[in-house]
């Protein structure tokens, strides 16, 4: 039996994480240009009470969005990458959340009110924020599909020396059935 002192553990294929943090980004950029076509690019960071179903949006909103969904995609494209995309959402959207929950009188008044709204945040957008936040978790946290790699390492060579020292075992040659007696034709 031949015992590997070496074995590595590798990521194998396309993870589960990946497509999950693509699928993320594209509905990010998705949502950033259906947006822009609801909102248009005046009034960057004003109140203008357009939603896009039932969450408020306007050009900063969007260009958070379109932003968020782009990182996504070229995150997407590694494992640890898509993870590391899970703990951006997470931290991004739960502090988006919590501020939101300001912002809306719902935790406790907004300590930098001199900032205003510029995202115009709603009620509705809170809890999408939340809801962000816990897919972020599910994206870092996600488990992946490994497979061990075992490296053996070459045969060991014997030395001349050491030849004669060496313990041989007798082959055991198979067993034959009784040989055939079998004779050539013979010409007269």
């Not at 995150?75 to 959340?97: D, E, I, N, P, V």
């Amino acid at each position: 039996m031949t015992r590997a002192n070496k074995a590595r553990i590798k990521v194998k294929g396309l993870q589960p994480v990946q497509v999950l943090a693509g699928l993320t980004g594209i509905a990010f950029v998705v949502a950033g240009i259906i947006g822009f076509t609801r909102t248009g690019f005046g009034d960057f960071a004003g109140h203008h009470h357009t939603t896009l179903l039932g969450f408020a949006i306007n050009p900063l909103h969007n260009t958070v969005h379109l932003v968020v969904g782009l990182v996504g995609i070229m995150l997407a494209t590694g494992s640890g990458l898509a993870r590391f995309y899970g703990w951006l959402l997470l931290l991004g959207y739960g502090a988006a959340f919590v501020w939101g929950l300001m912002i809306t009188g719902a935790l406790s008044s907004n300590p930098v009110s001199a900032v205003g709204n510029p995202l115009d945040l709603n009620t509705a957008d809170n809890w999408l924020h939340l809801g962000l936040a816990v897919l972020g978790l599910v994206i870092a946290m996600l488990p992946a599909r490994k497979q061990v790699l075992i490296e053996e390492e070459p045969p060991e060579v014997v030395e001349p020396a050491q030849a004669d020292r060496a313990v041989t075992e007798p082959i055991a040659l198979p067993k034959h059935a009784a040989p055939e007696t079998h004779r050539e034709p013979t010409a007269h």
